[in-house]
């Protein structure tokens, strides 16, 4: 009888101790609802930081739109749109009969005063913290047409001479803190927006572009710095 009383409580005691089949699925819905809590959450987070890298993306594509338009509009106020030319990578091109005569470097009457404006928009730029953070480079790059002449030379000398006198236009660009943003290279006949021999495709690839170079590095952090808060 001793023996048997104490079979009964031991099994008393095992139906007490495991779980029922309803409790067990009860654990199992919380569990899997606790994952789902936390799934959420993290595409909460995710979706955030996403957000956060196309602004900054936007932001960045944004900025040199901006200055490339600012460029692009002093330049059709001074010259017409038929001068101006918007290439790849937003680059403003202006005809280069209109800044410099034939085979010269040295900046025309009507090129200095087309210039000014340049100057104190460039000025106004890099004095624009929310543009300028993002700035690396403005070039000004030089063009010629296919004619046989010292081409190399002549392009780098009037790109050159653009910065020289957009300088002279507004003091303020001989500072270091403007003037760092500033370069110049010249790319002889090789890089033509104008197919063909022609009068008037010479005279389109003769030209002054401004081309707005950002710098990657202080974007691609802002993106990793957001990427690293995930």
């Not at 932001?59 to 600012?70: A, C, E, R």
């Not at 030209?207 to 990657?216: A, H, K, W, Y």
């Amino acid at each position: 009888m001793r023996k048997r009383g104490r079979f009964l409580q031991d099994s008393e005691l095992e139906e007490h101790y495991w779980p029922s089949f309803t409790d067990m699925m009860a654990m199992v819905v919380l569990v899997f609802l606790f994952i789902t809590v936390i799934a959420f959450v993290q595409s909460i987070y995710t979706a955030y930081d996403q957000t956060q890298i196309k602004s900054e993306l936007s932001k960045v594509t944004n900025v040199k739109k901006h200055i490339s338009d600012v460029i692009n509009q002093k330049l059709q106020d001074q010259v017409g749109k038929d001068k101006i030319t918007r290439g790849p990578n937003n680059t403003i091109s202006v005809e280069g009969d209109v800044l410099f005569k034939t085979a010269s470097a040295e900046i025309s009457g009507k090129g200095k005063h087309v210039l000014n404006n340049v100057a104190d928009a460039l000025v106004n730029i890099i004095d624009n913290k929310e543009l300028s953070q993002y700035i690396y480079i403005i070039l000004v790059e030089g063009h010629t047409d296919s004619v046989p002449y010292d081409n190399w030379t002549l392009s780098e000398d009037r790109a050159v001479s653009v910065i020289k006198y957009l300088q002279k236009a507004n003091p303020k660009l001989q500072e270091d803190r403007y003037a760092k943003y500033l370069a110049a290279t010249g790319y002889s006949k090789y890089k033509p927006i104008a197919k063909g021999h022609s009068a008037e495709a010479k005279q389109k690839n003769r030209r002054i572009s401004f081309q707005i170079i950002l710098d990657d590095n202080k974007w691609q952090n802002k993106i990793k710095d957001i990427m690293a808060h995930k």
